[in-house]
C-alpha cells in the first residue's frame, strides 16, 4: 500500500518560513487562504503573516489539520520553490550560471511620452506598460502601491490602479515595503478579472508559484507580472532614525528617492542630498536578509534602474507574454529601446547584484537558490602598520 501524502499546511510553513527567517512578507498566503483566518502585519518593521484563529496557537490551524494546503501552494520561499516555478514557466532549471534567472532578452527601454517618462522612476516603463497594457485588454487593473494619505508620510501601501491619473500617481520609488499583492482583494471587490501585479521580486513568484501548485482562483486572475529589481527595502523607521535625526532631512519635506550607489534624497525645497548605502544597512527589513532574488526572476518583465543611463530602465523580458508586450510596444512607439550591450556595466552590476543577493540564502533551506553561486573573493589583507620608535 502506497504511503499517504503528507498535507503540507500553515503548520509547516509557519514552522519552515515564517518563523525561520525564509519569509519575505510577499502575503501570497494570505492572498490564497480561502478561509480567511491568514492576517497580515507591516508595522514595527514585521511584515509578516499570522494566524488569526487562537485556537492551535500561532502555529496552529484547524483548517489545515482537515486538509487544506492553500497557504503552503502560494509561498514562494515554501521548499523546491526555484526550481518548481522555473519548471513551470520555462520548461527547465536555470543553469548554474545564471545568476539573473532564466531570460529571452535584456534591453534598455523607456517611455516615450513625455509625461509618463517625467513622472517614471527611471524613464517610466513600468507605468507605460500598465497604460498600454489596460488600453489593450491584457489587463483590467493593476495591483501597485502608492504613499499613504498625502505622501507625506511616506509609507508605502498596496492599492488597485486601473485609470491613467491612478497609474502615474503610483509611480517611483519608496525603498520600504509594501505587499502589493494584499490589494488583490479590493480589485476583486471591484470586478476585475485580469490583474497585473507590479512588485519586488519576492512578490513576483507569487504568481508563478500559485499556478504551478494549483492555489485556487487568485492563480487564475494574475495576467502579467512585473517586477522590481531588488536588493533590499528598509524599515519605515530609517525615516526619523537615520534621515531625521543625523541629516535633518525631514520625510514630509521629502519629494524623490533614489539609489544609484547612494541614497539619493530630493527635498520639496529643491534640495538634493545623498546618504552612503553603509550607513542604511542597520535599518534592513528583516524579511530581506535571506532573500536570494535580486533579479525579479520569475516575473514576466523584470525591470530596474541600473547602469549609467539615469532615464533608461533595464528590462530583463523572460516570458512569451512578455516578450510579445515589448515587441507591440515597441512597434508602435509606446516605448523606445536599445540593445542591453549598449549599457555593459548595467549587466555586469546585474550579475553581480544577483549573486551577492544568492550568496544570502541560508544552507538549512534546499540548496536550488545557491546552485552555481561563486564563493566571496577572499579581501585582501591590510598592510602591516608602520613601525614606531
Not at 526555484?82 to 550560471?97: A, K, W, Y
Request: glycine residues 10%; hydrophobic residues 35%.
Amino acid at each position: 500500500m502506497a504511503p499517504v501524502a503528507e498535507k503540507l499546511h500553515w503548520k509547516h510553513l509557519f514552522e519552515e518560513v515564517v518563523t525561520s527567517g525564509l519569509c519575505t512578507g510577499c502575503a501570497g498566503c494570505v492572498v490564497a487562504c480561502p478561509h480567511d483566518v491568514l492576517g497580515y502585519e507591516d508595522g514595527d518593521g514585521k511584515y509578516k503573516p499570522f494566524h488569526l484563529e487562537e485556537e492551535g496557537g500561532p502555529g496552529g490551524c484547524g483548517h489545515g489539520d482537515r486538509g487544506c494546503t492553500s497557504c503552503t501552494r502560494a509561498c514562494p520561499r515554501f521548499r523546491a520553490w526555484e526550481p518548481e516555478i522555473d519548471s513551470f514557466l520555462f520548461g527547465r532549471t536555470r543553469e548554474p550560471n545564471e545568476m539573473d534567472g532564466v531570460n529571452k532578452d535584456i534591453i534598455l527601454a523607456r517611455a516615450t511620452n513625455p509625461e509618463v517618462h517625467q513622472k517614471g522612476q527611471d524613464g517610466g516603463l513600468v507605468s507605460a506598460i500598465l497604460l498600454w497594457a489596460i488600453e489593450h485588454g491584457y489587463v483590467d487593473a493593476a495591483l501597485v502601491s502608492y504613499l499613504e494619505g498625502d505622501g507625506s508620510s511616506w509609507k508605502a501601501i498596496p492599492g488597485v490602479a486601473r485609470t491613467r491619473d491612478e497609474i502615474l500617481a503610483a509611480a517611483g520609488s519608496r525603498y520600504t515595503y509594501s505587499a502589493n499583492t494584499m490589494a488583490y482583494a479590493d480589485a476583486v471587490a471591484q470586478g476585475y478579472e485580469k490583474l497585473a501585479l507590479v512588485g519586488m521580486s519576492c512578490q513576483s513568484s507569487v504568481p508563478p508559484v500559485m499556478s504551478v501548485r494549483k492555489a485556487g482562483k487568485p492563480a487564475r486572475r494574475f495576467a502579467l507580472n512585473i517586477g522590481l529589481l531588488c536588493s533590499k527595502t528598509f524599515d519605515d523607521a530609517i525615516f526619523e532614525e537615520l534621515f531625521e535625526a543625523k541629516y535633518g532631512l525631514k520625510k514630509q519635506d521629502m519629494v524623490k528617492m533614489n539609489i544609484k550607489g547612494v541614497f539619493q534624497i530630493w527635498m520639496k525645497n529643491g534640495d538634493y542630498h545623498e546618504v552612503p548605502l553603509k550607513e542604511c544597512h542597520a535599518w534592513t527589513r528583516e524579511g530581506c536578509k535571506m532573500c536570494p532574488d535580486f533579479a525579479a526572476e520569475h516575473a514576466d518583465i523584470s525591470t530596474g534602474g541600473i547602469g549609467a543611463f539615469n532615464d533608461w530602465t533595464l528590462t530583463i523580458v523572460r516570458t512569451d507574454i512578455g516578450r510579445e508586450i515589448i515587441i507591440k510596444m515597441l512597434e508602435d512607439g509606446s516605448i523606445e529601446g536599445r540593445p542591453g550591450d549598449d549599457d555593459p556595466g548595467a549587466i555586469a552590476l546585474l550579475r553581480k547584484l544577483s549573486i551577492v543577493s544568492r550568496r544570502r540564502w541560508p544552507d538549512f533551506a534546499l540548496p536550488d537558490p545557491k546552485v552555481g553561486v561563486p564563493p566571496p573573493k577572499p579581501k585582501a589583507p591590510k598592510p602591516p602598520e608602520p613601525a614606531t620608535t
